[in-house]
């Protein structure tokens, strides 16, 4: 089987947060947007899950008054999720038998365990164990994974669902 690996699903739930953070689209249409690009590479993932992984997130920052830095908080975490696997532990986006972002037999996405691991983030975030994105820093800077530049790419338009 073709299932996405754990930490592209988790990007997809924080970058339909902040999509949805940015423009005045729906958020399940955002979702189905994602998950449009993501079926040319994995098995299909449910509109419904992203979109309730990516509303738990946008709870959680609502309970933490996170105004304005909300889609900074969702972009850092978008930005440790791809740069390390663990705690200073950087990902290799490129191996010599494959790449990060190759799909993987067992589905590893588990929409508690991405909120947690936001959740996670963000207190690592306020502890100074976890860093912020660098300045200006966007999805489509990371040039070594297909997947994610599809992610960076997507344009939703709310009338492509109609």
Excluded at 64 to 74: Q, R, V
Excluded at 82 to 96: D, Q
Aim: contains cysteine; aromatic residues 10%.
């Amino acid at each position: 089987m073709n299932f996405i690996p754990k930490w592209i699903y988790e990007v997809a739930c924080a970058n339909t947060a902040l999509i949805f953070l940015s423009t005045q689209s729906r958020i399940e249409d955002v979702a189905r947007a994602h998950v449009q690009s993501l079926e040319t590479f994995y098995n299909e993932i449910p509109a419904e899950e992203l979109v309730g992984v990516a509303e738990e997130l946008l709870r959680f920052l609502d309970e933490l008054n996170a105004g304005d830095t909300a889609t900074e908080l969702l972009t850092g975490f978008c930005f440790n999720t791809i740069t390390y696997e663990s705690a200073n532990k950087p990902r290799k986006l490129k191996g010599l038998f494959g790449s990060a972002d190759d799909p993987v037999k067992l589905k590893e996405n588990i929409p508690d365990v991405a909120v947690k691991k936001f959740k996670a983030y963000i207190y690592s975030l306020r502890n100074g164990v976890a860093e912020i994105q660098p300045h200006g820093w966007k999805l489509s800077h990371v040039e070594e994974s297909a997947v994610i530049k599809e992610i960076a790419a997507l344009d939703v338009n709310p009338l492509d669902f109609l």
